[in-house]
């Protein structure tokens, strides 16, 4: 589930969006506001909030201006259309479709899924399937967070890995079509549902024009417009090493935007004395073992990119996602095992640490 919750912080008050749902990969702190005012807005429009459920995580906007309780609608009602299209869960989606079709068929795609499979596999190619969209048999074997959540065996894990390779999707480009090349292969783009999400509520808060919107869907966070006296919004990170959601460690401030983070805190099991985390490395079929608790992705335009590449980054560690964060033009805050916070782009001289377990290391 996912709660949304307000607390002082010194002169701030804090909005808190702690998302623990099984398809969550982060816990994220919206701070808006300061000197005791959530939000600074025109009198004639106070904001409106509006919490809902979409694609398996709560769904809280928060938005200012003469349209904003339409927008927040019309922001859900194309986030619904959107999870129909992309949830493998749901047969008459996109992806169901595709996930049962005989090899060598083609799909025809609605283009909102063509395009967020077409990210997924720009960065899969980039990244030699770091972030990998066909995950999912591999995935349904642990089952993070669901009711057959558990350790598989190995002979498990190396019967599906066959299966999971981007290289065996097709795509005619021309026509928004795909076509598997292998039998078993079972997409998942829940790694990139909820950054898309995110976009799909700034283009109706853009549409309506508001003063501002705020979305926050699962992982992902996207921000629209500015406040009445033009202060940017501020976003605490939580703390990946603390079981309490309110901990944070580090806060900074952002205009606009998109915001993801993946972790290895969310959804996870300790069995025989060995933790294991969700985020999979697609090569091996265990959880990515590397020195990184958490990483955090921002980018100006494309929620469904910081969504992938906070998966992407987290899989290649630190020192190989440099280059492809460069490539993509995003920024990142990296969180390694000793508290070392290591940042890149809009992060660099923006960050700053509130707890002092932290240190950034650059």
Not at 43 to 53: A, C, G, H, V
Not at 66 to 88: G, R
Request: net charge neutral; charged share 20%; aromatic share 10%.
């Amino acid at each position: 589930m996912k709660s949304l919750k307000k607390f002082v912080q010194g002169r701030s008050v804090v909005l808190l969006i702690t998302s623990v749902c099984c398809f969550s990969f982060l816990t994220l702190y919206i701070c808006i506001g300061n000197n005791n005012n959530l939000i600074t807005t025109n009198n004639n429009n106070p904001p409106f909030t509006f919490s809902s459920t979409a694609m398996g995580t709560y769904i809280n906007q928060t938005a200012c201006g003469k349209d904003a309780q339409t927008a927040c609608k019309c922001a859900l009602d194309s986030i619904k259309s959107l999870e129909e299209k992309l949830s493998w869960r749901i047969g008459s989606s996109d992806v169901a479709r595709l996930n049962s079709s005989k090899s060598g068929d083609y799909i025809q795609l609605s283009k909102e899924t063509f395009d967020v499979l077409s990210i997924a596999l720009d960065v899969a190619e980039n990244t030699n399937g770091s972030f990998e969209p066909t995950i999912l048999p591999l995935s349904n074997l642990w089952d993070f967070g669901g009711i057959n959540q558990r350790l598989p065996n190995i002979n498990e894990i190396k019967s599906v890995l066959p299966y999971v390779n981007y290289k065996n999707i097709a795509v005619d480009k021309n026509l928004n079509r795909v076509k598997l090349l292998k039998d078993n292969i079972k997409l998942d783009l829940g790694g990139a549902g909820k950054g898309s999400a995110c976009e799909y509520a700034v283009n109706e808060y853009k549409l309506h024009d508001l003063e501002y919107g705020i979305i926050s869907a699962g992982g992902s966070i996207g921000l629209y417009g500015h406040k009445k006296n033009s202060d940017p919004f501020k976003i605490a990170i939580r703390d990946p090493f603390s079981t309490d959601d309110t901990s944070e460690f580090a806060i900074f401030n952002v205009a606009s935007g998109f915001i993801s983070t993946s972790g290895a805190y969310e959804r996870n099991f300790t069995q025989d004395n060995k933790f294991y985390h969700h985020i999979l490395c697609p090569k091996t079929g265990y959880p990515v073992e590397n020195d990184l608790m958490s990483v955090t992705i921002y980018h100006n335009s494309n929620g469904t990119l910081t969504d992938v590449l906070s998966t992407a980054c987290f899989v290649l560690g630190k020192e190989e996602a440099l280059s492809l964060l460069d490539k993509y033009n995003a920024s990142a805050v990296f969180v390694d095992k000793n508290r070392h916070v290591f940042t890149t782009g809009i992060f660099k001289n923006n960050l700053k640490i509130t707890n002092k377990k932290f240190f950034i290391d650059n």
